[in-house]
């Protein structure tokens, strides 16, 4: 199995995908010999930081969601860098819900009085400080040297270092296509595969010893987080291409949430699982991980995110 950081918890926040898509980058590294363990409390911070400056600019009229892709963190990276976790940890107990709520009711406020950008930011500041804690130094020090958050973050993952797929047949195979979902508000774009194809790619990453970040829908009846399974029925099995548009276009199948996965295995009737590292705490059958049937994966996929290896 590849090496992972410590299983962590997102708790009722809506950032699967920042937890996801940070744990791959630091599997990346475990599995080169880096150390490295990422903050997410930084990127929820920044993410809150962004969300209030343009709801404040478009006068409470923005949509203020936390919910994102896994291409978001890594757009996160390179724009507003990154933390070890170790410099700023998750608070135990913080509702990122109700706290992104007060947030977006700041800046409506904000805005109403015409305070300025300024003036928000220092009231924000504040009251993220109390919910989250104070920020860390403005240097990241690693390994004997010095960095700024962002410089740290571009050290750890570059924007091309990974690369997006996902497998719908109402667009175009092998072009890069934005895929029309209500957390892909800034249309990233993702290279469609036919499902063959995308699964291979999956399984061929996982077998060189790269993680893989997943998407995909998690409602149906046979995901048990609590067992540590994720099945289909047997009618659901060895999934087509058309199968799963039916299912994106009918809404049986909606993007609700992003896994890592670290590992292949089988069971003992020889059938093939993903080994996917949750971000739900440690309180299931196996520590926080968990085995999805390689047919729950090839029916409710919706993207991937994976080193870029050639």
């Known amino acids: 199995m590849i090496k992972t950081t410590p299983v962590k918890n997102q708790g009722s926040g809506q950032l699967c995908w920042a937890y996801a898509m940070l744990a791959t980058i630091e599997s990346e590294h475990l599995m080169q ?8 409390a930084f990127i929820t911070r920044m993410r809150l930081q ?3 400056r343009v709801h404040y600019l478009s006068q409470g009229n923005s949509t203020f969601s936390m919910r994102g892709m896994a291409p978001l963190l890594i757009d996160m990276l390179m724009t507003v860098g990154a933390e070890p976790y170790d410099s700023y940890e998750d608070q135990v107990g ?6 992104s709520r007060k947030v977006a009711r700041l800046a409506e406020v904000a805005a109403v009085r015409h305070v300025g950008i300024d003036n928000m930011n220092e009231r924000l500041g504040d009251m993220l400080d109390r919910a989250m804690g104070y920020m860390p130094a403005r240097y990241v020090h690693m390994l004997g040297a010095e960095y700024t958050p962002l410089e740290f973050a571009h050290s750890v993952c570059g924007r091309d270092e990974y690369i997006s797929l996902t497998s ?3 667009h175009p195979w092998h072009e890069e296509v934005a895929l029309e979902l209500p957390d892909n508000p800034q249309g990233y774009r993702f290279r469609n595969l036919p499902v063959d194809e995308l699964m291979q790619s999956v399984r061929k990453t996982l077998e060189q010893g790269h993680p893989v970040c997943w998407e995909g829908d998690i409602s149906e009846p046979g995901f048990n987080f609590e ?3 994720a099945e289909v029925d047997e009618g659901d099995r ?3 291409d058309i199968r799963r548009l039916n299912d994106l276009q009918h809404f049986l199948t909606t993007d609700d949430h992003c896994m890592e996965f670290v590992g292949l295995a ?4 020889g059938r093939r699982y993903f080994i996917a590292k949750n971000s739900w705490g440690t309180g299931n059958k196996y520590g926080g991980f968990m085995y999805l049937s390689e047919d729950y994966v090839r029916l409710k996929t919706v993207a991937v995110v994976m080193p870029r290896t050639e």
């Open 266 to 269: 089988r069971d003992l009737q």
């Open 227 to 229: 067992q540590g399974i």
């Open 94 to 99: 913080l509702n990122v819900n109700v706290l």
């Open 168 to 170: 719908f047949a109402h």
């Open 50 to 52: 962004q969300l209030a």
């Open 238 to 240: 060895n999934a087509t």
């Open 33 to 40: 010999g880096d150390s490295v363990n990422l903050s997410t």
